[in-house]
């Protein structure tokens, strides 16, 4: 199949809008030809995941593309980088790593991105419409985009991310496209009257992770969630444990407010039941210790901690009073932190432990202070992936168990 | 760089995701490897512990694998190998691959180091095969194994 070009695709191809735009465009052309798209498609918007230090090519992109003149053709958000911009001295990391990853996240708001610097651009003003086309890197902001907003993104990464919104154009293949974003495989929750727990969503998100391969997952049988930070630890739950990049779930997302809808009308190609045991079995999974094992730090906020997840944490930081011996690190986004400092929310806290981590997150650089103790979260994603990536151990619970083993210095879960 | 080739060599057709010349020795794999997780691009090294090619290195070889995998930061990983000179000399693959493609030609824009990256059938090519990829008169790949 050739690609069909516009009249300006072709002048950006031809150099006419300049040597970055070209590249852009010669990039997303080669992308678009090994997946077979027809043609490009206009998009709303981007989110760049590439403000991660990973290596000099990544920076060397990124620079080339300044020499050339090139700016972002729409609204860009980017995703956290290897630094806390808002609370310099928080990230401790060899000069000769520093200055590179300082750069890269610099040199991506000489495109004309825009600070976010956080894994939820929805929390932000740029969050899409239902329908938008957009093209966005990070599982956990693709699978909410479009399970959660109805926006439409395929799972953009590496350099493309970038070149989508050089060019202002996405490929038009896959989820951009109605008809591929059908259900696929159906997973019945066979729990009566579910609690709306934030751990069963979570639990739910990592077993259809593992269970959907590269098939569209409906889900049925969810409890209403009580905000949409449920539905973003499901999402970011299954982009872990698998390369969920849209899911269903029937009542509650806008694609499916009936099973026939999230099917469009087609049958399931599987059923699978969720059990109670399995939504323990892989929660129970994410727990590298057992209760009472002393705990070194909290880590909250993975995706970053929305407004509301706040001020759920704030009234339970005053009530359980941990005092401030284990820290307790929230991420969040920095939009979101000013909200708070205006508000006034924040003051007092620290004596409570709290520290708030902006533009980064605690399992992609060196944040902690100790690594050789237990590090509690309410995060699946985090606790999946900072064994490996920080070498800590973990204990998963729901976040009033977080704050409460704080103030115990142990892990303590469950009722009490 | 460019050596000759056999004169009893078997030319098979192909077709560029990415154009260029190249020669080395097949490295062949039944299984994809995702190059995000599974090569050390420091060094050339596969370190995926699931791969049956843990440990053997994917530098200056000609790679043959049925299709790319995982993850697309694949495509910093193929692209910083490039620049390092442990990428592979040249892949081929039986179907397309866009995050590989991606990482090729970023190295290309920079580094202005061409890695060919062809689709074609792979069936026949064991490791230790010498190929050489070379570039048709329409612009079409040719793979050539030395018998």
Known sequence: MTLELSGRDQSMLDGEQGPSAAAAMKILVAFSNAVGAPSLLDIAGAHIDGCLYHGKAGLDFVERLVEGGGRVQVPTTLNVGSFDLIHPGMVKMPAAEEVPARRLMRAHLELGCQATFTCAPYQTRFRPGFGEQIAWGESNAIVFANSVVGARTNRYGDFIDLCCAMTGRAPAWGLQLSENRRGRILFELAVPDPEPSDSLFVGVGLFIGQASGDRIPVVAGLPQPRDEDQLKALGASAATTGAVALFHAVGITPEASTLDEAFQGHAPEATIRISRADVDQALARLSTVRDGAPVAAVSLGTPHFSHEEWMRLLPMLREIAPGRRIPIYVNTGRATLTRLQEEGALAGMEAFGLIPVADTCTYVTSILERLDGVVMTNSGKWAHYAPGNIGVSVAFAEMRDCIRSAAAGHVVRGAS | ?147
């Not at chain 2, 080395?24 to 190059?35: E, I, K, M, Y």
């Not at chain 2, 694998?65 to 990428?87: C, D, H, N, Q």
């Not at chain 2, 592979?88 to 397309?96: K, Y």
């Not at chain 2, 493609?101 to 230790?128: K, N, Q, R, T």
Request: net charge negative; charged share 20%; with cysteine.
């Open chain 2, 1 to 147: 760089m460019t050596q000759p080739v056999a004169k009893d060599a078997v030319d098979r057709p192909g077709t560029f995701q990415l154009a260029g010349e190249a020669d080395g020795a097949a490295l062949v794999f039944s299984q994809p490897l995702s190059f995000w997780g599974g090569i050390d691009a420091e060094t050339g090294e596969i370190i995926d512990h699931s791969h049956p090619g843990l440990g053997q290195n994917v530098a200056g070889k000609i790679l043959v694998m049925p299709s790319g995998r995982g993850s697309s930061s694949s495509s910093s990983v193929l692209a910083e190998a490039i620049r390092r000179g442990t990428a592979p000399a040249g892949i081929l693959l039986e179907r397309p691959d866009p995050i590989l493609a991606v990482g090729g030609i970023v190295a290309e824009f920079l580094y202005d180091i061409h890695m060919p990256l062809v689709v074609c059938d792979i069936a026949g090519i064991v490791s230790g095969d010498r190929i050489a990829i070379r570039v048709g008169e329409e612009g079409e790949a040719i793979i050539q194994k030395a018998q």
